[in-house]
């Protein structure tokens, strides 16, 4: 089993930046990919950033420029520095992470932060 936990978020005003971040626990794992899932009340789940264990990364185009995603490895944390927050990066943010345990593939979430943009 692995655990996530997240940390960061809160209320910031239009232009601000949070940050977030989220340690992977466990034993006897690897972490593959690690990265952040946005969600709002009524909508699917979305990708916002993710980070593989080569260092390449993703984001959505509504973050793109405005994010950065960063890992350190050998903590098994991801961080994400959000900057120019818009009011509709209102959401609950979930850490996820695909992790390597013994010859299986295992995907996990955490439990979510809420990131509230005020206009």
């Known amino acids: 089993q692995v655990q996530l936990v997240e940390s960061g978020g809160g209320l910031v005003q239009a232009g601000g930046s949070l940050g977030l971040s989220c340690a992977a626990s466990?034993?006897?794992?690897?972490?593959?990919?690690i990265g952040w899932y946005r969600q709002v009340p009524g909508n699917q789940r979305e990708l916002v950033a993710i980070?593989?264990?080569?260092?390449?990364?993703n984001y959505a185009d509504s973050v793109r420029g405005r994010f950065t995603i960063s890992r350190d490895n050998a903590k098994n944390t991801v961080y994400l520095q959000m900057n120019s927050l818009k009011p509709e990066d209102t959401a609950v943010y979930y850490c996820?992470?695909?992790?390597?345990?013994?010859?299986?593939?295992?995907?996990?979430w955490g439990q979510g932060t809420q990131v509230t943009v005020s206009s």
């Open positions: 980070i593989r264990s080569d260092s390449t990364t």
């Open positions: 996820y992470a695909n992790v390597k345990i013994g010859n299986g593939g295992y995907r996990y």
């Open positions: 466990g034993s006897s794992f690897s972490v593959n990919v």
